[in-house]
């Protein structure tokens, strides 16, 4: 009875000791990252109301002064003009206005980091000569899905008068992939779309309640380093399939809509960070929508990641510079288009 118990006592010691290794390993891990992040002060740099159907939003008719400083450095400063309809301000298009173009994305559309004027959207709108009306849909964190939403839920109609002759979505392949999924804590309150049975995307809430169920469902196992975690939602694992056809189905319904009530605008999507081979079919699939694909790699004379078109070696976002060539490309990219609604430069 004895040696049982002392071998049931043994079992349960060496238990004990693997889990406070593996807290231990976990709590090293959660450490070194704090330390990463306790150089990095951010002023007014996300600054955003709640929304049902995209997560987060700009405030409307504001502006600020966003910093970043790292190492009590500063790495940017940038003005931040939001209009009436909550969208980063663009220059106007004097009468007569040739049309629309509409950039959709997350922060690379958006413009993190630099100025008002100095945006993807305004540098391409001076390039064109004003002659279009630019509208800046991106934010910071966005993805596909906040596209979607934005025209599904009727919120682009509301505030686009014109007619639309280009659409340009920017997107991290396969970054934005993991985040139409829910995926990164910073996500969470993110839209949350499912495949129906005819694999079209349908809105189904947020992706906060399943984790919102997981934070609190105990608040012992919430304080272990391990379990915060394996409850997070960092990306863990490579795309499922089911994960890749949404992110692509949200574009490609995204491009559907915007052809039903615009008179089928040329769609482009500027491809970032996606290698060659990796999920081609996929891509492949938006071509065949009509769809055209430009890879961020054939826009740059060189590596686009090179830091000549970055902000900061601390802020991998593009800096004025890289914005510059990409509304360069496009300027040249639409001029191209022979279609008769294209005003060729």
């Given at each position: 009875m004895h040696r049982k118990i002392r071998i049931i006592f043994l079992n349960l010691v060496v238990i004990f000791a693997i889990a406070a290794i593996f807290e231990t390993v976990f709590v090293i891990?959660?450490?070194?990252?704090?330390?990463?992040?306790?150089?990095?002060?951010?002023?007014?740099?996300y600054v955003a109301d709640s929304d049902d159907y995209l997560g987060w939003k700009l405030q409307k008719n504001t502006s600020r002064v966003s910093r970043k400083y790292v190492g009590g450095n500063l790495i940017y400063e940038a003005m931040i003009s939001v209009d009436s309809n909550g969208l980063r301000i663009s220059p106007p298009c004097p009468?007569?206005?040739?049309?629309?173009?509409?950039?959709?994305?997350?922060?690379?559309?958006?413009?993190e980091g630099v100025h008002d004027s100095l945006t993807l959207p305004w540098q391409f709108s001076i390039l064109t000569d004003q002659k279009f009306q630019v509208y800046n849909f991106g934010m910071y964190g966005y993805g596909p899905h906040q596209m979607f939403s934005q025209i599904k839920q009727g919120i682009v109609e509301s505030i686009v008068t014109?007619?639309?002759?280009?659409?340009?979505?920017?997107?991290?392949?396969?970054e934005q992939a993991y985040r139409s999924s829910g995926y990164f804590d910073w996500?969470?309150?993110?839209?949350?779309?499912?495949?129906?049975?005819n694999r079209e995307p349908v809105f189904t809430g947020n992706y906060n309640k399943p984790r919102s169920y997981y934070r609190n469902l105990s608040g012992i196992l919430a304080k272990s380093a391990a379990m915060r975690y394996f409850s997070s939602r960092q990306p863990k694992n490579p795309l499922t399939q089911d994960?890749?056809?949404?992110?692509?189905?949200?574009i490609t319904n995204s491009k559907n809509y915007l052809d039903d009530?615009?008179?089928?605008?040329?769609?482009?999507?500027?491809?970032?960070?996606?290698?060659?081979?990796?999920?081609?079919?996929?891509?492949?699939?938006?071509?065949?929508?009509?769809?055209?694909?430009?890879?961020?790699?054939?826009?740059?004379?060189?590596?686009?990641?090179?830091?000549?078109?970055?902000?900061?070696?601390?802020?991998?976002?593009?800096?004025?510079?890289?914005?510059?060539f990409i509304a360069e490309y496009?300027?040249?990219?639409?001029?191209?288009?022979?279609?008769?609604?294209?005003?060729?430069y």
């Open positions: 891990r959660e450490m070194r990252h704090r330390e990463a992040q306790s150089s990095m002060v951010l002023e007014n740099v009468d007569p206005c040739t049309g629309a173009v509409l950039f959709f994305g997350n922060s690379c559309t958006y413009g014109e007619n639309v002759k280009h659409v340009v979505f920017q997107t991290l392949y396969p996500n969470i309150n993110c839209p949350k779309y499912i495949l129906d049975k994960e890749k056809e949404l992110f692509a189905a949200l009530k615009f008179d089928n605008p040329v769609f482009h999507i500027i491809l970032w960070d996606w290698s060659d081979g990796s999920d081609e079919e996929l891509f492949e699939q938006m071509k065949s929508e009509g769809i055209r694909i430009h890879d961020a790699r054939d826009i740059f004379p060189d590596n686009p990641a090179s830091l000549e078109y970055r902000i900061h070696k601390y802020d991998r976002h593009p800096s004025a510079i890289g914005y510059r496009l300027r040249k990219e639409i001029g191209a288009v022979v279609e008769d609604k294209i005003v060729k």
